[in-house]
Each structure stands twice: as structure tokens, then as C-alpha cells.
């Protein structure tokens, strides 16, 4: 097994130097930055501790082909297949841009598959790509883990809610256990341009943002072993990203040259297992 693959199983994240170039990485800034203007204030109200949480769809990555390019450049895709992944789907991304003097990321885990047997072996069902658009240290909002907590469980997991709710997203009470700082924290500073992957239900949050610039941060979650998944797993995989609206797209009458950057990457599942529920918080099988 790689170095790498057994970081990334054992730890549940590993990190990948110089994946986005520094041309790629303006045209990036120049798409975020528009679609950031173009949101309503009263997102930024409601999004404090994110600091934005807007939607990178299929239809986003047609609009903009800067962003399918970055979905299906060959380096993502390369460190996806170093980690043993070689045919990886796409499902959505956020953008999550930290104003500056904005305080941190509450603790939490993107999983929502915990009802899926799966989810308790280390075959990830879903897997985050992150990517920051500048450098970023524990003074700017850098990435904050806990490693080997996709896998054992953590005190966090009987603290946290299981979903965001309005005073976590609002940062209503700063003394809050989910901006605390945890037990085996390890802080991710990384450059801009370089890629953490880690698994949907690793614990990270992010430090406050005590700079004078904005510090943005593409996640975008791909399940990598897809085609590899049981049925009933694959199932639930399109079920919820096709209930969520984030894979419906019209293809017939798209860019053919995006269309063949982002084909391969769709996630199809046409046998008849039934999905199985999503859920949020993992049961007793996480010991
Ligand atoms: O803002 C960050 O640095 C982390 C974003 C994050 O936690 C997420 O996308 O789930």
C-alpha cells in the first residue's frame, strides 16, 4: 500500500503540494468573487461561522468552464487514483469564503450515509476535495482536523449536533463546544493551490479569520470508489445527490467540449436496490 493511501485511511485525510497553478488559481478567484457579489447580504448574515455556503452544481460547472476544468483536472483526478481511485464520481461543491475578522468553522462531518454499513469500514463512500485560494495559517482560517475520527469514535460525536442549526451558523454563543478547541486537533495550513482530501466524516473545522483579507476555499465531494460501492450503497449515493437537484442537468444541449470533461464524472445507478435513509450521526457500530 502507498504512503499516502495508508495516511489517508488510517488518518483519514492526506494532502497533496501544487494541484492548481497559479493561472487556474486567478480564474478561480475571478468566478468566486462574482458569484459571491451576486448573493443576497442576508446570506453572509446567516452564513457567519462559514462565512458563505454556496452551491457548486453541475449547471455551475457548465456556466463556468474554469470550474469543470478544476473538477476534472487531471491532478485532482491524479491524487484521487494515487489513493488506489481510479474511476471517481462527482457529485457537488460549496464556496466557502471566510471575510476577513470572521470567527471560526464549528466542529462538525459532512457524512450523511451513516445508515450505510459502508460508512463503518474504511471504503469511503464520500470524500471531500478541498482546495484554498490563498495561503492559509491558523491566523487566516486555516483547516483544523481531528485524524482517525472517520473511523473511532471522538467525544464530539455525542456533543455536536448533527446539523448546522441557526445559532452554530450564526456564532450566537462563541463559548459553544463546536468552536472549542478538541481533543488530537491538528491544524492544516496549507498553500494556495494545494489539495487536502480527506473522508466526508472526518471531523475539521476552520480558525477564525483574523486577517484583512478574504480567504476562500473550493469543497468539492466526490465519491471515489463509486463503481466499487454495493448496490444499495450506490443507490443512496444518487438518490441523495438527485434529491438534493445537484446532479440534474440537460446534456443534450451543453458545450460538448465541458460535456467531456464532466461525463465521466456522473454518477448513474440504474439497477433496482433501494437507497438506504440518509443519516447524520453515526450509530453504535462507531466504537
Ligand atoms: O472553511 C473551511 O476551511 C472548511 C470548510 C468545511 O469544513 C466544509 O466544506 O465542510
Sequence with gaps: MSH????????????????????????LRKVT??????????????QQTTGSMV?????????????????????????????????????????ISK????????WHEDGRFWGDPVSYTSQPIQCFLMVY??????????????????????????????????????YANPEDIVFQRAEGVVDLPMKAGDLVIGYAT?????????SDQIRTV?????????????????????????????NQIDTVSLQSTTQALMEPLRIAYKGNAAPIQSQWTPGMGLK
Design 218 to 246: 473550493l469543497t468539492m465531494w466526490y465519491y471515489p470508489d463509486f463503481v466499487n460501492l454495493p448496490e444499495p450503497s450506490q443507490a443512496s449515493v444518487a438518490d441523495q445527490e438527485r434529491a438534493g437537484g445537484f
Design 55 to 95: 452551491l457548486i452544481d453541475w449547471e455551475m460547472a457548465y456556466r463556468y468552464n474554469v470550474m469543470a476544468k478544476f473538477i476534472s483536472h487531471p491532478k485532482m483526478l491524479g491524487a484521487l487514483a494515487e489513493l488506489g481511485f481510479n474511476d471517481p464520481k462527482f457529485g457537488h461543491g460549496r464556496i
Design 99 to 106: 471575510p476577513p475578522h470572521s470567527p471560526p468553522l464549528y
Design 133 to 170: 485560494l490563498t495561503d492559509t495559517t491558523p491566523k487566516n482560517g486555516c483547516l483544523r482536523v481531528i485524524p482517525g475520527s472517520h473511523l473511532k469514535r471522538h467525544p464530539l460525536h455525542d456533543q455536536v449536533p448533527s446539523k448546522q442549526n441557526e445559532a452554530i451558523a450564526t
Design 202 to 210: 472526518l471531523f475539521h473545522s476552520a480558525h477564525s479569520n483574523q
Design 33 to 46: 468573487d462574482k458569484v459571491l457579489s451576486m448573493q443576497d447580504i442576508s446570506h453572509f448574515k446567516r
Design 4 to 27: 499516502k493511501r495508508e495516511q489517508f485511511i488510517t488518518k483519514g485525510y492526506c494532502l497533496f503540494n501544487n494541484i492548481i497553478n497559479s493561472q487556474m488559481l486567478v480564474e
